[in-house]
């Protein structure tokens, strides 16, 4: 009986091994990922925080009154007296 609890020990050790050694690398790999997904959900944030702030910003330029504005001021664009209206017809 001996020799075969000798032989259980043989077999079992190296198994119980791997395994351990299975489950270390298994926990250390699922550390590294969750470390990795914080920091890209982390970016995504940000990047939706600068989304909206181009939002924003793109919509105070296209304002219709901030466009009359600037064609006043750098074009000095003005609007045309009636007379100087011409309507044209096909």
């Known amino acids: ?4 609890d000798l032989i259980a020990v043989v077999l079992l050790l190296p198994a119980m091994m791997s395994s351990a050694i299975a489950v270390v690398w298994a926990r250390n790999e699922s ?4 470390i990795q997904l914080t920091r890209l959900q982390s970016h995504r944030d940000q990047l939706n925080i600068e989304f909206g702030r181009l939002e924003l910003e793109q919509a105070t330029w296209a304002d219709p009154a901030h466009i009359e504005t600037i064609a006043r001021s750098k074009l000095g664009m003005i609007n045309p007296a009636p007379a100087q209206i ?3 017809r096909q």
Do not use: A
């Open 1 to 4: 009986m001996k020799r075969l």
């Open 31 to 34: 550390r590294e990922l969750f």
């Open 86 to 88: 011409r309507v044209v």
